[in-house]
């Protein structure tokens, strides 16, 4: 099976976890499925592997409710509400584990606080462009699938007892929600043998596919459809996008986390190459969630026009301006792809 590390790493890393007495492992802003999962996967190995060692974890912001049943997820320290908690712990710790983003500037104010502590930041990640100058040692490979998959591949590589359950089930909701429950071509053949490996370690995988997937409020699932009935579809383009202001979040009483799936939902139309999602946020920005099929490349899309990017078929962005003039720059730009986005997946 495919390592995204070699043995120097391997012991590198081993001799980073071995020598620290504190732990911090931090998620990006907004987390997902896969920062959850690598986050959690990390901190139950490490508490099996180092019963002394103490490790926090810390999100900059509120992660969304349906990954609340995850185990240890109650024990996350939201930056947002427990700002001197957090300055206290990033300040006494001796190791700084950074999972699921490329640079530093996806933590908002934390930024600041893990720049100025002196201790060693490891970064594990799978988008591109690392900023290597921000970290001690970088674990990084846009080829695999999730950050949580990497988690795995580094389990497996130092760890000498098996892995817990909690994690295992960490990783198989990271590697689930970071590939569109295995539909998207970032899942490799390797993806499925971590897959398999999971399986064998006994993890119930229909438990852990309805936690993620069948555990909406009622009032998302109505937003779901005015979301779906309010979709603009542009045939000429193969595309199509959805655009929520937030009084229209408000009226279905939004909760981080409501809409994550939301911009997969018209890839689900006969032929169709592109799919937006773009909502009012509370600075009045627009933030953009792009996906693709085939060969279009929806990071050089967002990092060209969004101030975004991400991987090849997943990618977001944000733009200042308002959310009609955001969805009309949108489709202005489509007409600069159209070739692309016409031509055979």
């Known amino acids: 099976m495919k390592l995204p590390i070699d043995s120097e790493t391997v012991t590198l890393l081993s001799g980073l976890l071995g020598g620290a007495k504190k732990v911090v492992i931090v998620m990006h802003v907004n987390p997902d499925g896969d920062a959850m999962g690598a986050c959690l996967a990390l901190y139950h190995s490490l508490l099996q592997l180092y019963p002394e060692q103490e490790v926090v974890m810390v999100s900059p912001n509120h992660y969304p409710a349906f990954l609340q049943w995850m185990d240890g997820a109650d024990k996350m320290l939201i930056f947002k509400d427990k700002r001197k908690t957090v300055k206290e712990k990033i300040a006494t710790t001796d190791l700084i584990i950074c999972v699921d983003f490329n640079a530093l500037s996806r933590l908002e104010g934390l930024e600041k606080l893990l720049l100025s502590s002196p201790v060693p930041r490891i970064l594990i990640d799978h988008h591109i462009h690392p900023n290597k100058e921000e970290f001690t040692l970088v674990i990084s490979d846009i080829q695999v699938s999730s950050t949580s998959e990497i988690v795995y591949q580094l389990m497996k590589a130092f760890m000498t007892i098996p892995i817990p359950m909690s994690a295992a089930e960490a990783i198989l909701t990271g590697m689930m929600t970071d590939t569109n429950n295995f539909r998207d071509n970032a899942s490799t053949p390797e993806t499925f043998e971590v897959l398999a490996d999971l399986l064998r370690l006994g993890v119930d995988k229909d438990k852990v596919t309805a936690a993620v997937y069948d555990n909406f409020s009622p009032l998302r699932m109505k937003l779901l459809g005015y979301a779906l009935e309010n979709m603009v579809i542009l045939p000429e383009y193969r595309a199509a996008y959805v655009a929520l202001s937030l009084a229209e979040l408000n009226r279905f009483n939004f909760q981080p986390g409501d809409t994550e799936s939301f911009v997969n939902y018209p890839l689900n139309i006969a032929k169709m190459k592109l799919s937006a ?57 489509l007409g600069n792809y159209k070739d692309a986005l016409l031509a055979p997946i």
């Not at 627009?286 to 101030?307: E, T």
């Open 277 to 333: 999602y773009m909502s009012e946020q509370q600075d009045g920005s627009i933030r953009f969630s792009f996906r693709s099929r085939g060969d279009f490349l929806v990071n050089d899309f967002a990092r060209k026009h969004f101030n975004g990017g991400g991987h090849r078929n997943a990618a977001g962005g944000r733009l200042n301006c308002s959310l009609k003039d955001a969805a009309a720059f949108f489709v202005t730009q």
